[in-house]
């Protein structure tokens, strides 16, 4: 199975402040047709997961541009910046190339 | 508006087996894979299988394989999830989420195993 490492496992931080979440994968995930399916993901409390990011950049519908997500292979960064009080929770990212999809362990955004 | 509805919560006694269902609206479920995932309590997000329900194929992590069976009703647009044999560390609520990126996700369904 790949191994997702999501790193740090939890991440202080102020109001309007910019933060960087990182996920690397054991192995590669571009697939055969060519595309990186690594997606990012906010859980908030009591909530079910939303899709912030799809395939390593692309913003789902309605997300606010202060989200944005980069990286090739095997490493990947979601960037947040302005944080706003509605970003606080759970940060996960997923890999969907490989069977089974796996999940990183999660990334807890919280207020210094 | 897409919409996941998932039943409600479970109480299953060691052995047992229930069925949990996934309602999907304003989404036609043949046009997409419907994906399960769960949450043990506390802890992060685990992959369980994924179906086609198109043709009713499926794909389950190792660990499911003998545990969890995907199905799907495309008349009603709703899919399911039989989890048999339970013990008490399948306890965890158990989410569904559509398309290939898992774009949209029901509220989750509580399960429970306890004597």
């Known amino acids: 199975d790949v191994l997702m490492t999501q790193t740090p496992v939890s991440l202080p931080v102020s109001l309007g402040g910019q933060v960087s979440i990182s996920c690397r994968s054991s192995q590669s995930l571009v697939h055969s047709d060519g595309n990186t399916y690594l997606h990012w993901y906010l859980q908030k409390p009591g909530q079910s997961p939303q899709l912030l990011i799809y395939r390593v950049s692309n913003r789902f519908s309605g997300v606010p541009d202060r989200f944005s997500g980069s990286g090739s292979g095997t490493d990947f960064t979601l960037k947040i910046s302005r944080v706003e009080p509605e970003d606080l929770g759970v940060y996960y990212c997923l890999q969907s190339t490989h069977f089974p999809n796996t999940f990183g362990a999660g990334t807890k955004l919280e207020l210094k | 508006e897409v919409q996941l509805q998932q039943s409600g919560a479970e109480l299953g006694k060691p052995g047992t087996s229930v069925k949990l269902s996934c309602k999907v609206s304003?989404?036609?479920?043949?046009?997409?894979?419907m994906h399960w995932v769960n949450q043990r309590p506390g802890k992060g997000l685990e992959w369980i299988g994924r179906i086609d329900p198109a043709n009713g194929n499926t794909i389950y992590a190792e660990k499911f394989k003998s545990k969890a069976t995907l199905t799907a009703d495309t008349s009603s647009n709703t899919a399911y999830m039989q989890l048999s044999q339970l013990k008490s560390d399948d306890t965890a609520i158990y989410f569904c989420?559509?398309?290939?990126?898992?774009?949209?996700w029901g509220q989750g369904t509580l399960v429970t195993v306890s004597s």
């Open positions: 989420a559509i398309q290939g990126y898992y774009g949209f």
């Open positions: 304003g989404y036609n479920i043949r046009s997409t894979y």
